[in-house]
C-alpha cells in the first residue's frame, strides 16, 4: 500500500443506460467502442469550436455487459462537465452522475491493492502505474508531495490536464491528443469533430505542446509564456522538481526555437526538455 496515493483532485463521472455508448460516441474524441474495464484510454470533449471542455481518462467501469462508461475528470470541473453533457442528452437512453468511488493511483509493477477492494485499471499504456477505483477512506499516501509526484509522471509522459481555466482554450492538436492516439478519425460525427478534422487535413499545426523546465516555482495553468516578440503561448500544467519546475506548455510553432520566458521581463527562462513522443514542428 505504501506507493499508493490518494488522487483527490479528481473524479468519475460515469454514463449509464442502454444507449451510453451511442452517445458518448457523438461526443468524445476517441472511439468509445475501444473502451475497457482494465486500462484507460487518453479521450478529450470538444465543443462546437472545436475547444477542449476536458481531456482525461475513458474506461468502462465494470466488465459487465452494461457496465457504464467511465471518465476520470478533474474535481473542479466535474459539475460543470455534469450539467453540460446532461443538455446533451436529450431523447437518448442514457444517465450521467458523479460516482462516489474514490480514485487510487498506484506505482511500481505487479503492485496491486488487496483483492476484491475495488477496480484496477492500467494507466494508458505505462506498466509502472495503474489507477485504483474504491471506497474512500483507504490508509494510502494523500500529501501533496505524493500528488505533485503523480502529476510530474504526466507532465514528463507529455499527457496533458485541462483545468477551469484552461477549459474551453485549445483544439485537441494543441495539447497532442492526435499523438496520443485520443482521437478517432475515422468514426462518425461528435461535437467539434468538424473543425478538429480540418485542422488535421489542413496540415501543419500551428501550435503545439511541448515539455520545459524552469528554476522558478510551478507556474500556474494558463500562465503566459513570453518570447522577443510577446506571448507566444500558455501553459498546460506544471509540477515541482528539486531543481524549481516541469511543465508542458503551447506555443506558437513560428516562435520555435525561443528563447521562451514565464516573465515579459525575461528573467525566468524556460529549457526544453523531450517528450516521449515526436512532435513535428
Same mark, same amino acid.
Given at each position: 500500500m505504501s506507493n499508493t496515493i490518494a488522487l483527490n483532485d479528481l473524479r468519475i463521472l460515469t454514463v449509464s443506460g442502454p444507449e451510453r455508448?451511442?452517445?458518448?460516441?457523438?461526443?468524445?474524441?476517441?472511439d468509445v467502442g475501444l473502451a475497457r474495464p482494465d486500462s484507460t484510454l487518453l479521450s478529450g470533449w470538444?465543443?462546437?469550436?472545436?475547444?477542449?471542455l476536458f481531456a482525461g481518462h475513458l474506461f468502462t467501469l465494470g466488465a459487465s455487459a452494461d457496465a457504464p462508461l467511465a471518465l476520470l475528470v478533474p474535481e473542479s470541473l466535474a459539475g460543470s462537465l455534469l450539467k453540460r453533457m446532461q443538455m446533451y442528452v436529450l431523447r437518448a437512453k442514457a444517465q450521467i452522475a458523479v460516482s462516489g468511488l474514490a480514485v487510487y493511483g498506484q506505482y511500481g509493477e505487479g503492485n496491486h491493492m488487496?483483492?476484491?477492494?475495488?477496480?484496477?485499471?492500467?494507466?494508458?499504456?505505462?506498466?509502472?502505474?495503474?489507477?485504483?477505483?474504491?471506497?474512500?477512506?483507504a490508509a494510502v499516501d494523500d500529501s501533496q508531495q505524493a500528488r505533485n509526484n503523480w502529476l510530474l509522471a504526466d507532465?514528463?509522459?507529455?499527457?496533458?490536464?485541462?483545468?477551469?481555466?484552461?477549459?474551453?482554450?485549445?483544439?485537441? #492538436?494543441?495539447?497532442? =491528443? $492526435? !499523438?496520443?492516439?485520443?482521437?478517432?478519425?475515422?468514426?462518425?460525427?461528435?461535437?467539434?469533430?468538424?473543425?478538429?478534422?480540418?485542422?488535421?487535413y489542413l496540415g501543419?499545426?500551428?501550435?503545439?505542446?511541448?515539455?520545459?523546465?524552469?528554476?522558478?516555482?510551478?507556474p500556474l495553468p494558463g500562465t503566459p509564456v513570453h518570447a522577443a516578440r510577446g506571448t507566444v503561448g500558455q501553459v498546460v500544467s506544471a509540477a515541482s522538481t528539486p531543481e524549481g519546475s516541469e511543465l508542458l506548455a503551447v506555443i506558437t510553432v513560428d516562435?520555435?526555437?525561443?528563447?521562451?520566458?514565464?516573465?515579459?521581463?525575461?528573467?525566468? #527562462?524556460?529549457?526544453? =526538455? $523531450? !517528450?516521449?513522443?515526436e512532435v513535428p514542428v
Open positions: 455508448a451511442m452517445f458518448l460516441q457523438g461526443q468524445l474524441t476517441q470538444a465543443d462546437a469550436r472545436g475547444r477542449l488487496e483483492p476484491g477492494t475495488g477496480q484496477q485499471l492500467r494507466y494508458l499504456q505505462d506498466e509502472r502505474r495503474r489507477l485504483f477505483l474504491g471506497p474512500a477512506g507532465i514528463r509522459a507529455g499527457i496533458p490536464a485541462i483545468g477551469t481555466t484552461t477549459s474551453g482554450e485549445f483544439i485537441p #492538436q494543441m495539447i497532442n =491528443l $492526435d !499523438l496520443l492516439n485520443a482521437i478517432s478519425f475515422s468514426k462518425g460525427c461528435y461535437t467539434g469533430q468538424e473543425i478538429i478534422a480540418r485542422t488535421k501543419r499545426i500551428k501550435r503545439r505542446m511541448l515539455r520545459f523546465s524552469s528554476a522558478s516555482a510551478p516562435d520555435l526555437p525561443g528563447p521562451f520566458f514565464l516573465d515579459s521581463t525575461e528573467t525566468q #527562462q524556460l529549457e526544453r =526538455l $523531450d !517528450l516521449p513522443y
